[in-house]
């Protein structure tokens, strides 16, 4: 039964919710200006926990939202608010997230995008809750010229924020890079989360041929692109910045169904087992890996016994073909050999440890049999594209 909701829950959620969410406050993102924060401030918007309710909590301005939600509008105008990407890159698809607001919703929604060469000065600090912006304020976006971005989103219907119609999901269409958007909300109302699906675009240009970095992190422009099970925590939660806060910041499955009834290990301790489960990542840029790091902090009972981890070279339409089969077609090579894994513990590998010395674009974590891994680092050095070989 388990297995049938995830596969419904799966078939019915777009594709674009596998990349990363370049505005969460965990990865930089932050609100710079909002017109109005009269009920709950709009730094809500960027939280990583799902949105809570609770039935009893006010505020002396009104009812306390774990979200963003202004006050009912007697004036010209709608409200809006101006946030700065964590991770600037492509956009690719947004969730704007209802949870909980029922009866305050907003009807609707638009949003704009721009890439700016120089972050705003402007800043908002402290609880913002019962407040709205101040005439220097005002003027001091005013600078930006946000009412005549691109539209990424036009305006929108928006439902309201039951358990199932909360998530509203809008594929988008943006082939430059993003620093800033501009939400509107038509004219007022509440939003639980923004959340914005994409990759990260570094400026690779000013990365030393010399410099060792972490060719997979969401910052540098790392994805994941496919995986096995994601029951308890995604994989692209691997990528993220810093150390995990806790289990739920990495990635978790269920616990395998063949496993053997009575455990067995080899002569290195590493547990003999049917079953594996996987994640895919495309690296932000292709390059030669040196070191590898797996980290499964907060993993006390729940870490997988082992690990291996492949890597392959391929070209965009090659990519293309593996996502379509599910990975089933990946011409995967071994970069690192299977490794016992330590409950709770940083690994790192490298040296005569790696089997790969050629520049690679993507890389396949296997686990075994099941559990948890928090983070997942690739150290090398980035090549150019056109020294790869398919």
Same mark, same amino acid.
């Given at each position: 039964?388990?297995?049938?909701?995830?596969?419904?829950?799966?078939?019915?959620?777009?594709?674009?919710?596998?990349?990363?969410?370049?505005?969460?406050e965990?990865?930089?993102?932050?609100?710079?200006?909002?017109?109005?924060?009269?009920?709950?401030?709009a730094?809500?918007?960027?939280?990583?926990e799902?949105?809570?309710?609770?039935?009893?909590?006010?505020?002396?301005?009104?009812?306390?939202?774990?979200?963003?939600?202004?006050?009912?509008?007697?004036?010209?105008?709608?409200?809006?608010?101006?946030?700065?990407?964590?991770?600037?890159?492509?956009?690719?698809?947004?969730?704007?997230?209802?949870s909980?607001?029922?009866?305050?919703?907003?009807?609707?929604v638009?949003?704009?995008?721009?890439?700016?060469?120089?972050?705003?000065?402007?800043?908002?600090?402290?609880?913002?809750?019962?407040?709205?912006?101040?005439?220097?304020?005002?003027?001091?976006?005013?600078?930006?010229?946000?009412?005549?971005?691109?539209?990424?989103?036009?305006?929108?219907?928006?439902?309201?924020?039951?358990?199932?119609?909360?998530?509203?999901?809008?594929?988008?269409s943006?082939?430059?890079?993003v620093?800033h958007?501009?939400?509107?909300?038509?004219?007022?109302?509440?939003?639980a989360?923004?959340?914005v699906?994409?990759v990260?675009?570094?400026?690779?240009?000013?990365?030393?041929?010399?410099?060792?970095?972490?060719?997979?992190?969401?910052t540098?422009?790392?994805?994941?692109?496919?995986?096995?099970?994601?029951?308890?925590?995604?994989?692209?939660?691997?990528?993220?910045?810093?150390?995990?806060?806790?289990?739920?910041d990495?990635?978790?499955?269920?616990?395998?169904?063949?496993?053997?009834r009575?455990?067995?290990?080899?002569?290195?301790? *590493?547990?003999? #087992?049917?079953?594996?489960?996987?994640? $895919?990542? +495309? =690296?932000?840029?292709? %390059?030669?890996?040196? &070191?590898?790091?797996?980290?499964t902090?907060?993993?006390?009972?729940?870490?997988p016994?082992?690990?291996?981890?492949?890597?392959?070279?391929?070209?965009?339409?090659?990519?293309?073909?593996c996502i379509r089969?599910?990975?089933?077609?990946?011409?995967w090579?071994?970069l690192?050999?299977?490794?016992?894994?330590?409950?709770?513990?940083?690994?790192?590998?490298?040296?005569?440890?790696?089997?790969?010395?050629?520049?690679?674009?993507? *890389?396949?974590? #296997?686990?075994?049999?099941?559990?948890? $891994?928090? +983070? =997942?680092?690739?150290? %090398?050095?980035?090549? &150019?594209?056109?020294?790869?070989?398919?």
């Open positions: 039964m388990a297995e049938r909701r995830a596969a419904v829950q799966a078939a019915a959620e777009p594709d674009f919710l596998q990349f990363n969410n370049l505005a969460c965990t990865a930089g993102g932050k609100v710079i200006f909002a017109t109005d924060e009269w009920f709950a401030p730094a809500n918007l960027l939280k990583r799902p949105p809570r309710f609770i039935a009893s909590a006010f505020t002396e301005f009104g009812k306390w939202m774990d979200g963003w939600e202004t006050r009912r509008k007697r004036t010209p105008g709608h409200d809006w608010c101006i946030i700065q990407l964590g991770v600037p890159g492509l956009i690719h698809g947004l969730d704007v997230d209802t909980f607001f029922t009866g305050n919703h907003s009807p609707c638009s949003v704009q995008a721009a890439c700016l060469d120089t972050p705003p000065t402007i800043s908002l600090e402290g609880d913002r809750t019962g407040m709205a912006a101040s005439d220097s304020q005002l003027a001091a976006v005013a600078k930006l010229g946000s009412e005549a971005w691109p539209v990424l989103l036009p305006v929108t219907e928006l439902q309201p924020g039951y358990s199932d119609c909360c998530h509203n999901y809008f594929s988008v943006c082939s430059h890079r620093t958007l501009r939400v509107n909300m038509h004219p007022d109302g509440g939003i989360r923004l959340r699906y994409g990260g675009r570094r400026d690779w240009s000013s990365v030393s041929a010399h410099q060792d970095v972490d060719l997979l992190a969401l540098n422009g790392g994805v994941c692109q496919g995986y096995s099970d994601a029951h308890f925590g995604h994989p692209r939660n691997m990528i993220g910045p810093g150390r995990a806060a806790n289990m739920g990495g990635w978790e499955t269920a616990r395998r169904l063949d496993r053997p009575e455990l067995e290990v080899d002569g290195r301790g *590493i547990l003999q #087992v049917p079953g594996y489960e996987w994640a $895919v990542f +495309r =690296l932000g840029r292709p %390059g030669t890996i040196s &070191s590898i790091e797996v980290d902090n907060h993993f006390k009972g729940n870490y016994d082992s690990c291996r981890i492949e890597a392959c070279t391929l070209t965009p339409d090659q990519e293309a073909q089969s599910r990975w089933t077609s990946g011409k090579r071994l690192l050999p299977p490794q016992k894994l330590r409950p709770h513990h940083r690994h790192r590998y490298g040296g005569e440890e790696l089997a790969l010395s050629e520049p690679v674009s993507h *890389i396949r974590l #296997v686990i075994a049999p099941d559990g948890g $891994v928090s +983070r =997942l680092r690739a150290w %090398g050095r980035p090549v &150019s594209t056109h020294h790869m070989t398919s």
